[in-house]
């Protein structure tokens, strides 16, 4: 599981330069881009952990109005990059999220410890 971590950061981090740097050789706006990724990251990392269509309801209506308001009507182009920029990111993230664990507890350390005594 290490390997692939390695791997897709060094991809994500590969994918990344490229679009910054495609958006500064072709002069396009990395106001547009920055503001992009601000709308879409926390959406997009968190949506494996949405639980009800409520949230993903309210998520596809607001990417709606985004793209028509922000996109269309005021050509805002340049934030589709920023959009891409989130879903690479913020998948990643959301891929590789830190996993549940059970928390310490030290009367069950001692209960095993004593097992464990009494079975050697």
């Not at 981090?13 to 706006?29: H, K």
């Not at 547009?32 to 990392?45: A, K």
Request: glycine residues 4%; charged residues 15%; hydrophobic residues 50%.
């Amino acid at each position: 599981m290490k390997f692939n971590k390695i791997i897709l950061g060094s991809a994500v981090a590969l994918l990344t330069f490229a679009i910054v740097v495609y958006m500064i050789e072709t002069d396009r706006s990395l106001f547009q881009l920055f503001i992009g990724f601000l709308i879409f990251i926390i959406p997009v990392t968190f949506i494996s952990s949405f639980q009800s269509t409520t949230p993903v309801f309210l998520l596809v209506l607001f990417t709606a109005f985004f793209v028509y308001f922000g996109i269309y009507k005021y050509e805002y182009f340049d934030t589709l990059f920023g959009l891409l920029l989130a879903v690479i990111i913020g998948g990643a993230i959301a891929y590789f999220r830190i996993q549940k664990y059970k928390l310490f507890s030290p009367n069950e350390y001692k209960n095993k410890v004593k097992e464990s005594k009494e079975t050697n």
